[in-house]
């Protein structure tokens, strides 16, 4: 079973539509949750990050972690045309003094096209 | 707002040279990274960095590769003999030491021919 997994789509979705985004784990060590998204040929930019459990909300996109079932989702409302991208959930363990430890383990990413 | 920059953008090289890929981290952070993503394929850790030496690195981070903070404000990777599976986009990134987020930069993409 891979560690983390994504579905890579790709999602063609029309302007305005809500999106949702989905990526399951394996390992129960995963307490800090990121989702990167990446233009093409472009280098991860962080949306957001949520710890442990629960929902984080910011602006359109609002962060789900569900740690009992191993499943992360992002959604992403009144999409965007400029929200065309692949977007990647990224997930790590635990550091010393309660930080996020360095070494992420990415999803495939998910190519979302988000038409006029 | 602070970045992670990285140089070359793009180099292309033949099998077997060195490559040394450089990264400046955003100033104050002190952890750094390099990841590398081979076309269609996932984002993977290579190496972690801390305190002026590697604090993990995966089991693609073997003999040929090296990292090393020559100065204050530049991170490289080196590549001693290159082979045609390492092309892909090499990514640095750094984090604050109280800090959660990782931050990337744009890539180096590397083409070994």
């Known amino acids: 079973q891979k560690e983390v997994e994504q579905d890579p789509g790709p999602l063609s979705v029309p302007e305005g539509a809500i999106v949702s985004l989905n990526c399951t784990y394996s390992?129960?060590?995963?307490?800090?949750f990121m989702w990167y998204r990446q233009y093409s040929r472009k280098g991860p930019e962080l949306l957001m990050y949520?710890?442990?459990?629960g929902n984080k909300e910011d602006g359109r996109f609002t962060a789900q972690v569900d740690k009992s079932s191993k499943y992360i989702s992002l959604f992403i409302r009144d999409s965007q045309p400029s929200d065309s991208a692949t977007y990647l959930c990224?997930?790590?363990?635990?550091?010393?003094?309660?930080?996020?430890?360095?070494?992420?383990?990415f999803g495939q990413g998910t190519i979302l096209t988000v038409h006029p | 707002e602070p970045e992670v920059t990285q140089t070359p953008s793009h180099q292309v090289t033949q099998m077997g040279q060195e490559v040394i890929l450089r990264c400046v981290p955003i100033?104050?952070?002190?952890?750094f990274y390099w990841y590398r993503q081979i076309l269609g394929q996932k984002v993977e850790f290579l190496v972690s960095?801390?305190?002026?030496?590697?604090?993990?690195k995966s089991e693609i981070f073997d003999d040929q590769f090296s990292v090393e903070r020559p100065d204050g404000s530049n991170f490289t990777l080196k590549i001693r003999s290159t082979k045609l599976e390492d092309s892909a986009m090499y990514f640095c990134?750094?984090?604050?030491?109280?800090?959660?987020?990782?931050?990337f930069g744009e890539g180096s993409w590397l083409t070994v021919v």
């Open positions: 990134a750094s984090r604050a030491d109280s800090g959660n987020t990782i931050y």
């Open positions: 390992n129960s060590a995963f307490q800090y």
């Open positions: 949520t710890y442990s459990s």
């Open positions: 990224a997930m790590s363990g635990m550091g010393a003094g309660g930080t996020s430890y360095g070494k992420l383990t």
């Open positions: 100033s104050n952070h002190l952890y």
């Open positions: 960095f801390y305190n002026n030496e590697i604090s993990e």
